[in-house]
């Protein structure tokens, strides 16, 4: 078989590393301290101190709480509803925690997504520190860090920071086989995290691990990229771990209850919906804006750049595990900026290459010391601002969860439609009435309490026997607001 590329030693052969700063550089010691306490703090700083910000972190929290309070770990719940479309590991893990400090709260759930962009930031220190260099690596963490996506992430009770780091990993342990050499345990590794991965956001983890693995073994016919995409018993360890808990399930409610969640959430978003549809270089320009401005290194040496990474095959693998899944996810319909950034490390490590080359190449003092400033600026956003600017957001929450606690022997609804941030802090599921029912319930249930939102409040109010008692604004977003109407001796 013809290589495209000599046996790999894990470095790359262009001389990066010639002028390598001595283990006790200063600093680089300082540079690397500054960075440690930007990344600790981005992760860390007020993590549990601000209430859920998005419709999302409610959904991911409040199946944490309910395993909590129902003990049913197998199958998650959404305000009182079977809810399977995702998988339970984000929830396993936050209700670990929960389980641990004896309550559920911001805390608890956000904690998994915060250890995971750690375990990505030193995962892929250590990875570019062996294939590029010191400053590289320090580079490339620098720019996650920087990277608002990520960042923003890193502190939200949402799988994809958790997915992120389970396929990056998984990528990284197979090219460690593939590219320095490393035994078969570190495929076994890579398949087991892979199916980690699958038990995170289910089988679209292999568009950020298998397709760059088999991009890469097209590319350069390596026949240890061939052995890592046939390994038997990785395979094996994959099924056995990523399909575990949807046996479980299927056991329990027969494989019925998959067609709908194959139907409605894996073809419909791959299909998209009329009228939504997001134009094929979204994501593209979510990458440029969020690697600001790290990405302008691509305007330096536009045409010896991408030569140069042609000749690295540790980048071209990095550079494949970006645009295939970049270009994979422009084909679906349905479109989320989140949804790529398990490809954002493998990006980072590719600019923190030319960073680091850049530097020692020139002496760019004022480029170390930037690379330095920009997370720090993440960090005082995160320690200092976040909490003020989105204040709006979350300042109802509490005062509704407090009225409904004061009237806590009251039934109580939502009409057409709640979001899942007031159900987490009312702290127990909230029946949602059809319009069509919402005078019927109501009139066979007397006293109780209806809440509406934002453009539904002109109907509940035309609905016969009922009164506003309390009114929250802003509720969720600016100019908006939720009332809480009552019937019978409400009323009086």
């Not at 693995?213 to 018993?233: F, H, I, K, T, V």
């Not at 159900?423 to 029912?437: D, K, S």
Request: proline share 7%; with cysteine.
């Amino acid at each position: 078989m013809v290589h495209r590329y000599p046996p790999y030693n894990g470095c790359p052969p262009v001389a990066l590393n010639s002028t390598v700063p001595h283990p006790f550089d200063p600093f680089y010691r300082y540079a690397c301290l500054l960075t440690v306490l930007a990344a600790s703090a981005i992760a860390f700083w007020g993590l549990g101190s601000i209430p859920l910000l998005s419709l999302n972190e409610a959904r991911r929290a409040l199946p944490v709480q309910a395993m909590l309070a129902g003990g049913d770990w197998l199958l998650p719940r959404l305000n009182g509803e079977l809810y399977i479309t995702k998988p339970p590991l984000f929830y396993w893990l936050g209700a670990m925690v929960a389980e641990l400090r004896g309550a559920v709260d911001e805390w608890a759930v956000r904690l998994p997504s915060a250890l995971a962009a750690l375990a990505v930031l030193w995962t892929g220190y250590r990875v570019a520190m062996r294939w590029f260099g010191r400053w590289s690596a320090l580079f490339a963490v620098q720019i996650l860090l920087a990277n608002a996506g990520f960042a923003v992430f890193a502190r939200r009770a949402e799988i994809e920071m958790l997915l992120t780091a389970l396929c990056s990993l998984s990528l990284l342990a197979a090219l460690a086989y593939v590219l320095d050499q490393r035994s078969r345990r570190w495929l076994w590794l890579s398949y087991g995290l892979l199916g980690l991965a699958l038990l995170t956001k289910g089988p679209v983890a292999l568009l950020f691990v298998t397709l760059p693995l088999l991009g890469y073994a097209l590319y350069s016919r390596d026949p240890r990229a061939w052995q890592a995409l046939r390994c038997a018993e990785g395979w094996l360890l994959l099924l056995l771990v990523g399909l575990s808990w949807y046996a479980a399930v299927a056991a329990r409610l027969g494989l019925d209850a998959w067609l709908g969640v194959i139907q409605g959430d894996m073809l419909g978003k791959m299909q998209g919906s009329e009228g939504s549809r997001e134009p094929f270089y979204y994501y593209l320009l979510w990458v440029l804006g969020d690697f600001f401005p790290a990405i302008l290194l691509l305007l330096i040496r536009p045409k010896t750049l991408p030569q140069s990474w042609l000749q690295q095959p540790a980048c071209v693998a990095l550079l494949l595990g970006v645009l295939l899944p970049l270009l994979a996810f422009s084909l679906f319909g349905d479109k989320h900026a989140k949804y790529l950034l398990p490809a954002y490390p493998a990006l980072a490590l590719l600019l923190g290459q030319q960073l680091g080359a850049l530097a020692e190449q020139h002496g760019l003092r004022w480029l170390k010391v930037l690379g330095v400033l920009l997370p720090l600026g993440w960090a005082a956003y995160f320690a200092l601002g976040e909490a003020r600017l989105y204040h709006y957001r979350y300042s109802a929450l509490p005062q509704i969860a407090d009225f409904l606690h004061d009237h806590d022997t009251i039934p109580v609804y939502a009409y057409r439609q709640i979001d899942m941030r007031t159900v987490y802090y009312h702290g127990r599921p909230i029946a949602v009435l059809p319009a069509e029912n919402a005078a019927a319930t109501l009139a066979q249930t007397a006293p109780a309490l209806l809440l509406a939102e934002h453009d539904v409040i002109a109907e509940v109010a035309a609905l016969p026997g009922v009164c506003v008692l309390r009114e929250f604004a802003p509720y969720l977003k600016r100019g908006k607001k939720a009332v809480v109407y009552g019937n019978g001796a409400l009323c009086s």
